[in-house]
């Protein structure tokens, strides 16, 4: 507990817990990967949360309330943390760009997908974000990835397959517009990725993932107002619902996902999109009535250990460099 701890206060919110000084990044990596994990748990939960609150919000309604929960809390962190301005003026531009590919276009695309495919076929589609993340590594910044990697990340697809179980029958039935929402989404979530990335070193984890955090807010304040939706709507059951979205999966979730992209990188953290499937099913099962099969077990086991050897082969390139 006292590790967790020391983890969550030291790589999340940059807070000392030991006055002993760490000599080396690296150091810091394996409390970033538990963290990460933790993410993970709380996204796969993500998913069954927010398909029964779309149940009575539009996306972008349920996006807007979930990230003013957000903002309040990452705010208050950073209030009492840092009292540096909040960001330059020549990255505004740069925040939006975050803000409109990795907080609204990709959780619009994700959230609109669930309306024609279930949760966890769906989070086989977003499986291929690391896949991309290797492309743009190799394309854009000549980074070539190892072959343990690239086996790696081949293995990760086919242990999903057999987490989803796919229907081949199924795949053809109507569903092509959530394929491609989904699809889409997996792009998004790499320019947020590489572009989060790229402000490395600007701004402290919690600044920076506040600045993203009022620019989703300021971009869908307009449809807000709009289009409110009555009082009447917001029963005990949808606030906690918001309040799990803004609170630990947007606002606990952005702040380990920003400090990994600072620590690990963008193709390193984008393989723990793997693990999706896994914490999706599992949760699919015990709040959609899902079922799980042997062979997704099997499939589940293949996916962490895969997703183990990827991660740890994009380490070890990335401290070579």
């Known amino acids: 507990m006292y590790f967790l701890r020391t983890a969550i206060c ?19 990596k394996k409390p970033v990967y538990i963290l990460m994990c933790m993410v993970i748990v709380i996204w796969g939960l993500d998913f069954s949360v927010a398909k029964n609150a779309l149940a009575t919000l539009d996306p972008m309604l349920l996006l807007f309330c979930k990230y003013i929960a957000s903002v309040a809390m990452v705010g208050l962190i950073r209030v009492t943390k840092d009292r540096s301005p909040l960001f330059k003026i020549k990255d505004i531009w740069v925040f939006f760009i975050c803000v409109i590919f990795g907080e ?19 989070s086989i589609v977003l499986a291929f974000v690391p896949v991309v993340s290797l492309i743009i590594d190799r394309v854009i910044y000549k980074r070539r ?6 086996v790696g990340i081949a293995v990760c697809i086919v242990g999903i397959s057999l987490i989803i179980g796919v229907d081949w029958q199924v795949l053809s039935q109507g569903r092509i517009l959530g394929y491609l929402l989904a699809f889409f989404s997996v792009f998004c979530w790499n320019i947020y990725n590489f572009v989060t990335a790229s402000l490395h070193g600007r701004y402290s984890t919690y600044t920076l993932t506040l600045n993203q955090l009022i620019c989703t807010c300021i971009l869908l304040l307009p449809f807000a107002l709009k289009f409110p939706p009555p009082i009447s709507v917001f029963t005990p059951t949808l606030i906690g619902e918001i309040l799990f979205l803004g609170l630990l999966s947007s606002g606990v979730g952005y702040l380990v996902l ?8 963008p193709t390193a953290t984008s393989v723990f999109s793997n693990f999706l499937p896994v914490t999706t099913t599992l949760f699919g099962w015990l709040a959609l009535g899902e079922t799980i099969a042997p062979l997704q077990l099997v499939g589940g086991a293949i996916v962490i250990a895969a997703g183990y050897v990827v991660i740890k082969e994009i380490g070890k390139s990335q401290e070579s460099v």
């Open 10 to 28: 030291y790589n999340v919110f940059n807070i000392e817990v030991r006055p002993e000084r760490r000599s080396a990044e690296s150091m810091n």
């Open 104 to 122: 609204i276009l990709y959780f619009y695309c994700e959230y609109s997908a669930m309306s024609y495919m279930p949760v966890s076929l769906l």
């Open 145 to 150: 990835p190892g072959r343990k990697a690239v």
């Open 258 to 265: 920003v400090r990994s992209l600072h620590v690990l990188g």
